[in-house]
């Protein structure tokens, strides 16, 4: 079967792959250096672990980019952000990810799989390069990945599902987007066109406020066979 008329973006955190909370630790590692330089943690390190996960959360749902975030953590622990802790930060999360990230158990298959029936594969992604394509790597994907620090937009955002859509050379009726969050990826995908497909790896309940998918699946191992069955429709 070839369906080269076909395309399918992919999200990465918590869809091709799990970083084990890669960008939390280097935070901490980070935290640990602005003590050094006269900064004060705003508590334990528990309770700094939660606060880092809830800036990393409104970074990659489209609040702000990573630099930002980095420059935030930074001044609010009393030190004045510099470029420097951006880059050290970068430079870190970049060294830790071979050991840290981990991909989905059916990542590389499924991109073998829609390879050979002739879809075209892209990866949008909130986050920033090469960070997201070294974990795209991880996961077997070797096409282009597209990543929110370069393009000026964050998903949910149109434009950047639009940037997806034009990387592929297709119409967004014609794209399927793979993703877990429901407002970054289904959300967004669904305002700019494309077909969103919400991947629920753990049963969850889907946010009544927000559009519904256009399809469910609870496993990469499901998209070869969703995308077959529904392309031409």
């Known amino acids: ?24 630790v280097v935070f901490l590692h980070l935290l640990d250096r602005i003590v050094l330089e006269g900064g004060r943690p705003l508590g ?49 999360a970049l060294a830790m990810a071979e050991s840290f990230v981990v991909p989905d158990p059916f990542a590389r298959s499924t991109v073998a799989t829609l390879e ?39 998903k949910p955002h149109p434009a950047a599902f639009a940037e997806l859509t034009r990387e592929l050379g297709v119409d967004p009726t014609r794209c399927f987007y793979i993703g877990d969050d429901p407002r970054a990826d289904v959300y967004g995908a669904l305002q700019a066109g494309l077909r ?16 519904a998918p256009a399809y469910v699946v609870h496993s990469l191992e499901e998209v070869p066979a969703l995308v077959a069955a529904e392309a031409c429709v």
């Open 116 to 154: 050979s029936m002739g879809v075209r594969l892209a990866v949008l992604s909130n986050g920033w390069n090469p960070l997201q394509e070294v974990k795209a790597r991880r996961a077997g994907f070797g096409g282009p990945v597209l990543a929110s620090a370069e393009l000026g937009h964050q």
């Open 44 to 92: 334990s390190q528990a309770r700094e672990s939660e606060r880092i996960d809830d800036l990393l959360a409104f970074s990659r749902g489209g609040g702000c980019t990573i630099e930002e975030a980095v420059r935030r953590f930074v001044d609010e622990r009393g030190v004045k952000a510099r470029d420097e802790h951006v880059a050290g930060f970068k430079r870190m």
């Open 1 to 24: 079967m070839s369906l080269r008329g076909c395309a399918v973006g992919f999200d990465i955190d918590h869809t091709l792959c799990i970083d084990n909370k890669l960008e939390r």
């Open 196 to 211: 969103a497909v919400w991947l629920d790896h753990e049963g969850k309940t889907y946010p009544p406020d927000l559009p």
